[in-house]
Structures are given as structure tokens and as C-alpha cells.
């Protein structure tokens, strides 16, 4: 099964940045998107962007001109960097991606744990 270890969530003040990281890891044949998605208490989880293989990115509007998401097929890796944040973006964060495993033909979804972004006003 395809493992994700995300990371890079912490306290910050409004106004400040952060960097989540995701790996994935194990028998991989490909990936496709990769992607954020966030989960505030007492909310249902949403997406906040997502990237296909080629690099085109999709943002959830909110988060538009703020955070950007890159990444790199030759590590599997998915990044999010979030700048200018807002009390309003504390949640936890889910990497997220659809891939296709050795030996199958079915592309599945695989999430992360989570990673806790908290931003104070």
C-alpha cells in the first residue's frame, strides 16, 4: 500500500507562513494528482488545492493568491506553501493523492494522517 507522511504544520501568527511537505512511499507505479485537503473542528474536510502530474494547480478560493502548491514526481513529493494566514485557515491538514499501485490497475486515493496548522490573531 502506498504510505504518506506529511508534515510541517505548527503555530504561527496571522500573517505568517508555513510549509507542509508529503511523501509518498512505497510500491508506486504512478501518480497522478496529488493534493491538500483541511478539516476544521466541527467542519466537514475540504479541498485547498491540488496539482495533476503535469504541474497545473487548483485552489479552493479562499486560499487563492495566498498559498501555492508544487511538486516532485521524482521524489513523489507534494508541497504547500501558505503565506499571509489566517486565524480562519487553522485546521488539520491532509495530504492527499491518487495513485496506482505495482502489479494493479486501479487507481486508488491515499491520505496522510494529518498535519495541525493553528494561526493565531
Known amino acids: 500500500q502506498v504510505q504518506l507522511v506529511d508534515s510541517g504544520g505548527g503555530l504561527v501568527q496571522a500573517g505568517g507562513s508555513l510549509r507542509l511537505s508529503c511523501a509518498a512511499s512505497g510500491p508506486i507505479f504512478s501518480i497522478t494528482t496529488m493534493g491538500w485537503y483541511r478539516q476544521a473542528p466541527g467542519n466537514q474536510r475540504e479541498l485547498v488545492a491540488d496539482?495533476?502530474?503535469?504541474?497545473?494547480?487548483n485552489y479552493v478560493d479562499s486560499v487563492k493568491g495566498r498559498f501555492t502548491i508544487s511538486r516532485d514526481n521524482a521524489k513523489n513529493m507534494v508541497y504547500l506553501q501558505m503565506n499571509s494566514l489566517k486565524p480562519e485557515d487553522t485546521a488539520v491538514y491532509y495530504c492527499?493523492?491518487?495513485?496506482?499501485?505495482?502489479?494493479?490497475?486501479?487507481?486508488?486515493?491515499?491520505w496522510g494522517k494529518g498535519t495541525l496548522v493553528t494561526v493565531s490573531s
Open positions: 492527499n493523492v491518487l495513485a496506482v499501485v505495482l502489479g494493479s490497475k486501479i487507481r486508488q486515493q491515499y
Open positions: 496539482i495533476t502530474r503535469d504541474g497545473s494547480p
